[in-house]
């Protein structure tokens, strides 16, 4: 499965974006769904996770309340709607594909990044 991701861009604290992942190649059913972002310096780190068809969803502390991760089946997309952003949600945000509930790192599949700046 081949991701990429979309709708990254530079927003003002408190602003909303609404990234996208879709595949190029294969689809994405039955597939676990996950966003992970990397700030400089840091390394990669679990944000979002949905199941198959969805039914279940996963959030880090740091973005629960703000972020909300969704899926539309039939698009064979997955969205992360981003609201409240803080600057420290600057950080290129990656989608992943797995076969379980990717909130680590060892995922099957990882699209390209989409770069997500929030300034102050």
């Known amino acids: 499965v081949q991701l990429q991701a979309s709708g990254g861009g530079l927003v003002q604290a408190g602003g909303s974006l609404r990234l996208s992942c879709a595949t190029s190649?294969?689809?994405?059913?039955?597939?676990?769904m996950g966003w992970f972002r990397q700030a400089p310096g840091k390394e990669r780190e679990f944000v979002a996770g949905?199941?198959?068809?969805?039914?279940?969803?996963e959030y880090a502390s740091s973005v629960k309340g703000r972020f909300t991760i969704s899926r539309d089946n039939i698009r064979n997309t997955v969205e992360l709607q981003m609201d409240s952003l803080r600057p420290e949600d600057t950080a290129i945000y990656y989608c992943?594909?797995?076969?379980?509930?990717?909130?680590?790192?060892?995922?099957?599949?990882w699209g390209r990044g989409t770069q997500v700046t929030v300034s102050s």
């Open positions: 190649s294969g689809t994405l059913s039955y597939y676990y």
């Open positions: 949905i199941s198959w068809p969805g039914t279940k969803k």
């Open positions: 992943a594909a797995n076969r379980a509930m990717p909130t680590s790192t060892e995922v099957a599949f």
